[in-house]
């Protein structure tokens, strides 16, 4: 039967606040009387040792925040005849100056729905555009569009457990070819697991060279479906809005093989995208995941409660409801959550208070606590906790030779307890980028003949992702090996 967190609290002899805490860390929010899954109970027995036969661990032998993230998609409650096709969540991804933001402007104008009249168009953080369908006839066809594009946003959000992202689009400027930060965004994107489609975009661009680009891309392993392998590939100019609605129509067939559905009649669940305030209090963008979101719904965000008092769409017209990949602004928090929270209606405003007031406190009790994330030296604890048995690392060193030289040596350590993964090597500074990726997927940053950006330096401070920095090549790949032995003792 299902354990409540008081019970496993009792059991735990731990405070029912710590382990709301702790499961909030696991992207669930639960009160005192609510049950939890298997998974998310084994996860905290296992935080407090209680899963090698009650012995106590040391607080660096703590279970990570990992996984079970994806707990709403697989809510019970959800019967497969309920759900419904709902419209992708797009990012756009790419260099800078590659030309993201003009793009994402040319195809907010593609949408039809759009008033022209005194219609002055709010940046909430997303935008929803209504389009003819391509095939289906009669049929508007939907895309939600996060627009504050890049790779860096996208890794914020994702380090707090919202993967709201169904696709992305990856922009390659034609006359520039693929630079650093392509690449950066791939990894991102590859390491949330989304799917991408490669938007080459400066085709009227006299310099352009679409097969290039191409060529470039495939050496990082990005095939072109007209070469035989399964990316989308679409030449197109922001500019000039050529090939713009060719692009819509390959992330509506993306989306069609990506069967994206969710159930709309049911209370609504979602993230935030943006929040901040506002004269009239609190405001938050919130991306509706699944149900529909309505005014007057008592909501519950992380700490914070309140009853909808508007919805407010990009164009400035109160809505009176949101459905799935829909993002609104809300009036009506009492506080300012951070982007990426989960955010969910509840019975009615009483309920969501008690709740809230619950999670302020397991904050409070909280707050002098880091989250444990995978090192070098806990790497056993925490992955003995986990299904699969991978250290993730990002590498970032001086030159592009010490770069492969590391990647290869790395690639060659025979380990039979654990694989390794690099999810991201560069040449360059430790960058908050690198951070929010190794947070996003638990991974350890490892720097060589390099050095840490100030912000990157406090990011990785908070968010519990440890940093190595080396000089000595021989030293870096020992002690990788090492850890990957279990050898390392770990760090009290
Ligand atoms: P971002 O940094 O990726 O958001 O890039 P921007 O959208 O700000 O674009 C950078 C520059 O490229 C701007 O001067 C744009 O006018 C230009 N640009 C964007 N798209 C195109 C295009 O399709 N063709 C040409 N020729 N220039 C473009």
Same mark, same amino acid.
């Given at each position: 039967?299902?354990?409540?967190?008081?019970?496993?609290?009792?059991?735990?002899?731990?405070?029912?606040?710590?382990?709301?805490?702790?499961?909030?860390?696991?992207?669930?929010?639960?009160?005192?009387?609510?049950?939890?899954?298997?998974?998310?109970?084994?996860?905290?027995?296992?935080?407090?040792?209680?899963?090698?036969?009650?012995?106590?661990?040391?607080?660096?032998?703590?279970?990570?925040?990992?996984?079970?993230?994806?707990?709403?998609?697989?809510?019970?409650?959800?019967?497969?005849?309920?759900?419904?096709?709902?419209?992708?969540?797009?990012?756009?991804?790419?260099?800078?100056?590659?030309?993201?933001?003009?793009?994402?402007?040319?195809?907010?104008?593609?949408?039809?729905?759009?008033?022209?009249?005194?219609?002055?168009?709010?940046?909430?953080?997303?935008?929803?555009?209504?389009?003819?369908?391509?095939?289906?006839?009669?049929?508007?066809?939907?895309?939600?569009?996060?627009?504050?594009?890049?790779?860096?946003?996208?890794?914020?959000?994702?380090?707090?457990?919202?993967?709201?992202?169904?696709?992305?689009?990856?922009?390659?400027?034609?006359?520039?070819?693929?630079?650093?930060?392509?690449?950066?965004?791939?990894?991102?994107?590859?390491?949330?697991?989304?799917?991408?489609?490669?938007?080459?975009?400066?085709?009227?661009?006299?310099?352009?060279?679409?097969?290039?680009?191409?060529?470039?891309?495939?050496?990082?392993?990005?095939?072109?479906?007209?070469?035989?392998?399964?990316?989308?590939?679409?030449?197109?100019?922001?500019?000039?809005?050529?090939?713009?609605?060719?692009?819509?129509?390959?992330?509506?067939?993306?989306?069609?093989?990506?069967?994206?559905?969710?159930?709309?009649?049911?209370?609504?669940?979602?993230?935030?995208?943006?929040?901040?305030?506002?004269?009239?209090?609190?405001?938050?963008?919130?991306?509706?995941?699944?149900?529909?979101?309505? *005014?007057?719904? #008592?909501?519950?965000? %992380?700490?914070?409660?309140?009853? +909808?008092? &508007? /919805?407010?769409?990009? !164009?400035? @017209?109160?809505?009176?409801?949101?459905?799935?990949?829909?993002?609104?602004?809300?009036?009506?928090?009492?506080?300012?959550?951070?982007?990426?929270?989960?955010?969910?209606?509840?019975?009615?405003?009483?309920?969501?208070?008690?709740?809230?007031?619950?999670?302020?406190?397991?904050?409070?009790?909280?707050?002098?606590?880091?989250?444990?994330?995978?090192?070098?030296?806990?790497?056993?604890?925490?992955?003995?906790?986990?299904?699969?048995?991978?250290?993730?690392? *990002?590498?970032? #060193?001086?030159?592009? %030779?010490?770069?492969?030289?590391? +990647?290869? &040596? /790395?690639?060659?350590? !025979?380990? @039979?307890?654990?694989?390794?993964?690099?999810?991201?090597?560069?040449?360059?500074?430790?960058?908050?980028?690198?951070?929010?990726?190794?947070?996003?997927?638990?991974?350890?940053?490892?720097?060589?003949?390099?050095?840490?950006?100030?912000?990157?330096?406090?990011?990785?401070?908070?968010?519990?992702?440890?940093?190595?920095?080396?000089?000595?090549?021989?030293?870096?790949?020992?002690?990788?090996?090492?850890?990957?032995?279990?050898?390392?003792?770990?760090?009290?």
């Amino acid at each position: 039967p299902p354990i409540t967190v008081r019970a496993l609290a009792e059991k735990l002899n731990q405070k029912a606040f710590k382990i709301i805490a702790d499961l909030m860390d696991l992207g669930v929010f639960a009160n005192v009387n609510q049950t939890m899954d298997p998974d998310c109970a084994r996860a905290i027995c296992a935080k407090y040792g209680y899963r090698f036969e009650l012995e106590k661990r040391e607080r660096h032998a703590q279970v990570p925040a990992a996984p079970p993230r994806k707990k709403a998609e697989l809510d019970p409650t959800d019967r497969p005849e309920d759900l419904r096709p709902r419209p992708p969540v797009v990012t756009v991804m790419g260099h800078v100056d590659h030309g993201k933001t003009t793009l994402l402007d040319a195809i907010r104008k593609s949408n039809v729905a759009a008033k022209e009249v005194g219609g002055i168009t709010q940046h909430i953080g997303a935008y929803t555009i209504s389009f003819p369908h391509p095939e289906r006839k009669g049929e508007l066809a939907q895309i939600t569009f996060l627009d504050t594009p890049g790779h860096a946003a996208f890794s914020a959000m994702r380090a707090r457990g919202a993967n709201v992202t169904d696709i992305v689009v990856l922009v390659v400027a034609a006359d520039d070819g693929v630079m650093p930060q392509t690449i950066e965004a791939l990894n991102h994107a590859r390491a949330a697991g989304v799917p991408i489609i490669v938007a080459i975009n400066k085709m009227d661009h006299p310099a352009a060279n679409p097969l290039k680009v191409r060529q470039q891309l495939q050496e990082q392993g990005l095939i072109p479906d007209d070469w035989g392998g399964d990316t989308i590939f679409v030449e197109l100019s922001a500019l000039t809005k050529k090939g713009v609605d060719k692009l819509l129509e390959m992330i509506l067939l993306q989306a069609d093989l990506l069967e994206l559905k969710a159930n709309p009649n049911r209370p609504a669940v979602g993230n935030i995208i943006e929040s901040g305030i506002s004269p009239g209090g609190p405001t938050v963008t919130a991306l509706v995941r699944k149900g529909t979101l309505r *005014v007057g719904d #008592a909501l519950l965000c %992380g700490p914070y409660y309140g009853k +909808v008092r &508007a /919805l407010i769409n990009e !164009d400035g @017209e109160r809505l009176k409801e949101a459905g799935p990949s829909v993002a609104v602004k809300v009036l009506g928090l009492n506080g300012v959550p951070e982007p990426g929270s989960e955010f969910t209606v509840v019975e009615d405003e009483r309920k969501a208070r008690e709740i809230a007031e619950q999670r302020q406190e397991a904050l409070r009790t909280r707050a002098a606590e880091t989250r444990a994330k995978v090192t070098l030296e806990n790497l056993f604890q925490v992955l003995d906790a986990q299904q699969a048995k991978v250290l993730k690392v *990002v590498v970032k #060193a001086d030159t592009q %030779g010490s770069v492969e030289a590391i +990647v290869d &040596a /790395l690639k060659k350590i !025979d380990s @039979e307890k654990v694989k390794l993964e690099i999810i991201h090597s560069a040449v360059g500074t430790i960058t908050e980028s690198d951070i929010l990726l190794a947070s996003a997927s638990n991974a350890v940053v490892i720097g060589f003949h390099t050095r840490v950006d100030t912000g990157a330096q406090e990011l990785a401070k908070r968010e519990g992702v440890q940093i190595k920095l080396y000089s000595i090549i021989y030293e870096l790949i020992d002690q990788v090996r090492e850890a990957m032995a279990g050898l390392l003792e770990p760090i009290t």
